[in-house]
């Protein structure tokens, strides 16, 4: 048997280059920033309680960037990340799934993770990297992950989350799971060989992932026109074979509705699907970024419009489901639990010494008993230059 | 037991594998109907059908990087790269990811169930591109086991071991013994240490150590050494991360003497780490300086394939100069 396409399969007689430019993917949405519907769009089938846990991890996000941006600034913390400008994507994504649904994230993600329940102590814990942070303190901040929330750790290199979702998603498969895996990435990610080895392997194998990419038009410095030539990242969809849909990523209910879909395509038939959310971000890279050094303030401003948290607070006001002193009330309410959690979170020990030592294997091989052991002696004999460890150390 | 090649004990680990958990799953480039280009995998897609020994797309991160997914997912993947040569488009899903999982999740993650197989290796003309022996780069990466069989025995009880084993694991097979090396081989399972070196055959003048391949060099040495007067202990280090440096060093501190012997290149090869930590470990008890032999600092060669090898010839010289110290 053998499934080579015929060469005479649609024959044609003149040489007609396909022109990519001739066909522009257009883009979902649904809520118009004054919070109206478009006129011929139908709202989803969301509801109030569901929406309004939506507008509150907005509301908990913005208090918890703000705040660790300004930490950082006042060297409290090494490193952030904020994610303003891009929440509907991430938050409304994770909002159309269900809890088991595994999240593989790129780094700019934290909604989806507060939208599963990751405390704000949590949050506090891994930033501060202290002894009661998941990941142990080896990561920098925003490296988060939970199993108990199926959301996969983070990693700094780019795009290698993308091919390990489409094997999660086919050991889902195998085990005939009703379960999806979102992947998160950026635009710029999606330059990595990672990127094309995970779609096309996904297709092939069927394997039950839905592909997120947030096309916030900026990899660090580096504009989409410097990134690629094609439209976006949606145009490559078709080539791997994939169903594919370009959303608008500052409609809450578009990117709700859309991850709905295709979670549903992804389960039921099942294959991979891909969605591009067009946003923008509009802080810093992280806070070693300016980006005063390569876009302008009027371009910054243009994007502040269409800022995602107020559509959809316009949206809900509008509903008769939430009011402006209620939005003034929560944002308070999570801006001082924030302040709070971090006070208690800076002040608890780093962790101990065997962790730089253990889950590098299951268990500890002889070599690295014997290197936890030098450490420790060492430490020991000169305890003024460890304070984080000496004072805990057992002679 | 069977008398089996090193081939035909890889195929009967993994049917093993697959037989035993329905979790174990192979793939790879041609790996699927076909059974692989050296057809270890011959027979596995008939048995467990297609969704668990499948050909993937032609893509080393890509199988790699699936397989890591796979592994957090808790299935039990094996995954094939079609020569050790092509593994490094994988380096930073094997290198970045799979040897950091369970550290960089504090343990919430891990992918302690992924293995990796790969053929490894020259002695088939097969040039600089089919020919390479890359157990040093990841020797070098912490959160990775690197295995190394010398002989259908060790092929099955080692890849049996690497498959059960929470760790990721690097399996380097000797591609030159797929079928040129063959033995008795038990039918039904068993596995071997990690972490454990065999001591092949005893001796009292000197210490030979290799892996994979290159065992039966220095088993030739040994036996050209013995017409000489010379008693060689030879050992296979069988695991080279993390390797066994007590029954190493409990046999250098006995002769006295010792010559590493690998196929890759000298400088930063894994016999600059054996004999750095052995010399700390040995110091008074060592006669001579321990000495390597090993693939010349080139790329490998084709046409001076011969010129290149680390082959008994030149580890009989190196146990000479020792004894001669």
Redesign the interface.
């Given at each position: 048997m053998t499934d080579q396409p015929s060469l005479h399969h649609q024959q044609v007689h003149q040489a007609d280059f396909l022109d990519p430019k001739k066909s522009v993917i257009p883009t979902f949405s649904l809520l118009q920033q004054n919070g109206e519907l478009y006129p011929t769009a139908e709202a989803p089938d969301l509801s109030k309680q569901h929406a309004l846990k939506i507008h509150d991890t907005f509301l908990f996000i913005r208090a918890l960037d703000e705040r660790m941006l300004a930490s950082q600034r006042q060297g409290r913390i090494s490193f952030y990340m904020t994610e303003i400008g891009e929440e509907a994507a991430d938050i409304c994504s994770a909002a159309a799934l269900k809890p088991e649904d595994t999240i593989f994230a790129q780094y700019r993600e934290q909604g989806a993770l507060a939208y599963r329940g990751f405390s704000v102590d949590q949050f506090m814990n891994q930033i501060f990297s202290n002894e009661l942070d998941l990941g142990k303190g080896r990561q920098m901040p925003v490296h988060y992950g939970s199993k108990a929330l199926n959301y996969v750790t983070i990693s700094s290199p780019l795009a290698t989350q993308i091919p390990q979702a489409t094997g999660y998603a086919y050991g889902l498969k195998q085990d005939k799971k009703d379960q999806v895996v979102i992947c998160y990435f950026g635009e710029g990610a999606a330059s990595e060989g990672d990127f094309h080895a995970g779609l096309n392997m996904a297709a092939v194998l069927k394997a039950p992932v839905i592909f997120f990419c947030r096309n916030n038009g900026y990899a660090i410095s580096t504009p989409t026109h410097e990134q690629f030539a094609g439209d976006g990242i949606a145009s490559r969809g078709a080539g791997y074979g994939i169903k594919t849909l370009r959303v608008d990523g500052n409609d809450a209910l578009a990117v709700y509705q859309a991850t709905c879909l295709a979670r549903k395509i992804a389960v039921e038939e099942p294959q991979p699907v891909l969605i591009e959310a067009m946003t923008y971000r509009l802080g810093a890279h992280s806070s070693s970024d300016d980006p005063s050094g390569y876009r302008s303030k009027e371009e910054e401003s243009k994007w502040r419009e269409q800022d995602p948290v107020a559509r959809f607070s316009h949206w809900l006001i509008k509903q008769g489901w939430w009011t402006k002193e209620q939005e003034e009330s929560s944002l308070a309410k999570h801006r001082k639990q924030v302040a709070e959690a971090m006070k208690k979170a800076e002040k608890l020990p780093k962790p101990p010494l065997e962790t730089l030592f253990s889950d590098v294997y299951d268990e500890l091989p002889w070599h690295l008993e014997e290197q936890l052991e030098e450490a420790k002696a060492h430490i020991l004999r000169n305890p003024t230059a460890y304070p984080a460890t000496a004072g805990r150390l057992v002679k | 037991m069977s008398k089996v090649n090193l081939l035909q004990a890889v195929n009967s680990a993994l049917e093993t594998a697959m037989q035993q958990d329905e979790?174990v799953?192979c793939f790879g480039e041609d790996v699927g109907a076909f059974g692989g280009v050296f057809r270890a995998t011959s027979g596995l897609q008939e048995k467990f059908g297609p969704?668990?020994c499948?050909n993937?797309?032609l893509?080393e991160?890509?199988i790699?990087?699936?397989?890591?997914?796979?592994?957090?997912?808790?299935?039990r993947?094996v995954a094939e790269i079609q020569f050790a040569d092509y593994i490094f488009?994988a380096f930073?899903?094997l290198v970045?990811?799979a040897a950091?999982?369970?550290?960089?999740?504090?343990?919430?993650?891990?992918v302690?169930s992924l293995t990796v197989r790969t053929p490894y290796g020259g002695g088939i003309n097969g040039g600089l591109y089919h020919s390479q022996s890359p157990e040093a780069y990841f020797t070098h990466t912490?959160?990775l086991?690197v295995v190394v069989p010398r002989n259908p025995y060790q092929a099955k009880g080692l890849l049996l071991a690497s498959i059960a084993d929470?760790?990721p694991v690097l399996f380097l097979e000797p591609k030159k013994l797929y079928r040129a090396s063959t033995g008795e081989v038990p039918d039904e399972p068993y596995q071997l240490p990690l972490?454990k070196a065999e001591v092949v055959r005893e001796g009292t003048d000197i210490t030979l150590v290799a892996w994979g391949a290159q065992v039966q060099v220095i088993e030739e040495a040994a036996d050209k050494a013995a017409e000489l007067g010379i008693s060689c202990e030879v050992i296979d280090l069988c695991t080279l991360l993390?390797w066994d440096?007590?029954t190493l060093a409990a046999s250098v501190k006995k002769t006295g003497r010792l010559v590493i012997n690998h196929e890759a290149p000298k400088t930063s090869g894994f016999g600059a780490e054996l004999a750095a930590s052995l010399q700390e470990a040995c110091f008074l008890h060592l006669e001579s300086p321990i000495l390597r032999v090993t693939g010349w600092d080139t790329p490998f060669p084709l046409a001076l394939e011969k010129e290149y090898f680390p082959n008994a010839l030149r580890t009989l010289d190196a146990i000479q100069s020792s004894m001669d110290y």
């Amino acid at each position: 048997m053998t499934d080579q396409p015929s060469l005479h399969h649609q024959q044609v007689h003149q040489a007609d280059f396909l022109d990519p430019k001739k066909s522009v993917i257009p883009t979902f949405s649904l809520l118009q920033q004054n919070g109206e519907l478009y006129p011929t769009a139908e709202a989803p089938d969301l509801s109030k309680q569901h929406a309004l846990k939506i507008h509150d991890t907005f509301l908990f996000i913005r208090a918890l960037d703000e705040r660790m941006l300004a930490s950082q600034r006042q060297g409290r913390i090494s490193f952030y990340m904020t994610e303003i400008g891009e929440e509907a994507a991430d938050i409304c994504s994770a909002a159309a799934l269900k809890p088991e649904d595994t999240i593989f994230a790129q780094y700019r993600e934290q909604g989806a993770l507060a939208y599963r329940g990751f405390s704000v102590d949590q949050f506090m814990n891994q930033i501060f990297s202290n002894e009661l942070d998941l990941g142990k303190g080896r990561q920098m901040p925003v490296h988060y992950g939970s199993k108990a929330l199926n959301y996969v750790t983070i990693s700094s290199p780019l795009a290698t989350q993308i091919p390990q979702a489409t094997g999660y998603a086919y050991g889902l498969k195998q085990d005939k799971k009703d379960q999806v895996v979102i992947c998160y990435f950026g635009e710029g990610a999606a330059s990595e060989g990672d990127f094309h080895a995970g779609l096309n392997m996904a297709a092939v194998l069927k394997a039950p992932v839905i592909f997120f990419c947030r096309n916030n038009g900026y990899a660090i410095s580096t504009p989409t026109h410097e990134q690629f030539a094609g439209d976006g990242i949606a145009s490559r969809g078709a080539g791997y074979g994939i169903k594919t849909l370009r959303v608008d990523g500052n409609d809450a209910l578009a990117v709700y509705q859309a991850t709905c879909l295709a979670r549903k395509i992804a389960v039921e038939e099942p294959q991979p699907v891909l969605i591009e959310a067009m946003t923008y971000r509009l802080g810093a890279h992280s806070s070693s970024d300016d980006p005063s050094g390569y876009r302008s303030k009027e371009e910054e401003s243009k994007w502040r419009e269409q800022d995602p948290v107020a559509r959809f607070s316009h949206w809900l006001i509008k509903q008769g489901w939430w009011t402006k002193e209620q939005e003034e009330s929560s944002l308070a309410k999570h801006r001082k639990q924030v302040a709070e959690a971090m006070k208690k979170a800076e002040k608890l020990p780093k962790p101990p010494l065997e962790t730089l030592f253990s889950d590098v294997y299951d268990e500890l091989p002889w070599h690295l008993e014997e290197q936890l052991e030098e450490a420790k002696a060492h430490i020991l004999r000169n305890p003024t230059a460890y304070p984080a460890t000496a004072g805990r150390l057992v002679k | 037991m069977s008398k089996v090649n090193l081939l035909q004990a890889v195929n009967s680990a993994l049917e093993t594998a697959m037989q035993q958990d329905e979790r174990v799953l192979c793939f790879g480039e041609d790996v699927g109907a076909f059974g692989g280009v050296f057809r270890a995998t011959s027979g596995l897609q008939e048995k467990f059908g297609p969704s668990r020994c499948f050909n993937t797309p032609l893509t080393e991160q890509g199988i790699i990087g699936f397989a890591i997914g796979l592994a957090a997912q808790k299935q039990r993947p094996v995954a094939e790269i079609q020569f050790a040569d092509y593994i490094f488009p994988a380096f930073d899903q094997l290198v970045n990811e799979a040897a950091k999982y369970r550290y960089r999740s504090g343990n919430e993650f891990d992918v302690g169930s992924l293995t990796v197989r790969t053929p490894y290796g020259g002695g088939i003309n097969g040039g600089l591109y089919h020919s390479q022996s890359p157990e040093a780069y990841f020797t070098h990466t912490p959160g990775l086991k690197v295995v190394v069989p010398r002989n259908p025995y060790q092929a099955k009880g080692l890849l049996l071991a690497s498959i059960a084993d929470n760790n990721p694991v690097l399996f380097l097979e000797p591609k030159k013994l797929y079928r040129a090396s063959t033995g008795e081989v038990p039918d039904e399972p068993y596995q071997l240490p990690l972490g454990k070196a065999e001591v092949v055959r005893e001796g009292t003048d000197i210490t030979l150590v290799a892996w994979g391949a290159q065992v039966q060099v220095i088993e030739e040495a040994a036996d050209k050494a013995a017409e000489l007067g010379i008693s060689c202990e030879v050992i296979d280090l069988c695991t080279l991360l993390p390797w066994d440096r007590a029954t190493l060093a409990a046999s250098v501190k006995k002769t006295g003497r010792l010559v590493i012997n690998h196929e890759a290149p000298k400088t930063s090869g894994f016999g600059a780490e054996l004999a750095a930590s052995l010399q700390e470990a040995c110091f008074l008890h060592l006669e001579s300086p321990i000495l390597r032999v090993t693939g010349w600092d080139t790329p490998f060669p084709l046409a001076l394939e011969k010129e290149y090898f680390p082959n008994a010839l030149r580890t009989l010289d190196a146990i000479q100069s020792s004894m001669d110290y």
